[in-house]
């Protein structure tokens, strides 16, 4: 299975509005909608963002959303802060009952 | 809240088995999806596998053929072997709890900190 598709690094200033996209195929993104985002600071183990493509864990601030269409999912953080910068990664179950990352996505807050 | 604690030996030779284990409080792992997940350095996260309490297991394909999990429910423990190894099976390997029903799909909700596996003769 092929790593789903993410951008390298989004950047943007404080306060403003980022999307990281995650590009799949009808195996996995596009075929169902268990697609979850997690984010990643240095040195620590991931934490989970969104899940069934657009559902919050509690605690998890309102400005990070999630959507999907088609084959491709999106995060997007609204009011940028400068603690959200980190890594972020997409993952999405497949079609053969196994899971599959996206390469992740560098958040730099400028 | 469940913890999740990685330990197995830091170092393995080339075309050794890796062998980890995965102790788990606060949880039982008779429930949810048991979930293996590694990342080299600097790189991307890599999903190798889970095990679901009845011992059915889902493996990465590509690392289908020298992956096995196994359950200890006594211990309350679920274990990972990665046999024949190379350099590239080199990575900071997570042991997590992933959760699955209907209504919220599947993912993975807990992770522990993660225990470095260096190949090196």
């Known amino acids: 299975q092929s790593a789903l598709s993410q951008p390298a690094s989004v950047s943007g200033s404080p306060g403003q509005s980022i999307t990281i996209s995650c590009s799949g195929t009808?195996?996995?993104?596009?075929?169902?909608?268990?697609v979850s985002w997690y984010q990643q600071n240095p040195g620590k183990a991931p934490k989970l963002l969104i899940y069934k493509v657009s559902d919050r864990p509690s605690g998890v601030p309102d400005r990070f959303s999630g959507s999907k269409s088609g084959t491709t999912a999106s995060l997007t953080i609204s009011g940028l802060q400068a603690e959200d910068e980190a890594d972020y990664y997409c993952c999405s179950f497949t079609s053969i009952s196994t899971l599959v990352f996206g390469g992740g996505t560098k958040v730099t807050v400028l | 809240q469940v913890q999740l604690q990685e330990s197995g030996p830091g170092l393995v030779k080339p075309a050794e088995t890796l062998s980890l284990t995965c102790t788990v409080s606060g949880g039982s792992v008779t429930r949810d999806y048991w979930n293996w997940i590694r990342q080299p350095a600097g790189g991307q996260l890599e999903w190798i596998g889970r095990i679901y309490s009845t011992a059915t297991t889902n493996y990465n394909p590509s690392l289908k053929s020298r992956v096995t999990m196994s359950l200890d429910t006594s211990k309350n423990q679920f274990s990972l072997r990665l046999s024949a190894v190379t350099p590239a099976d080199a990575a900071l390997y997570y042991c997590?709890?992933?959760?699955?029903?209907?209504?919220?799909?599947?993912?993975?909700?807990?992770w522990g900190p993660g225990t470095v596996v260096t190949v090196s003769s």
């Open positions: 009808s195996g996995d993104v596009g075929g169902y909608n268990y």
């Open positions: 997590a709890r992933g959760h699955y029903d209907v209504m919220t799909g599947y993912y993975i909700n807990s």
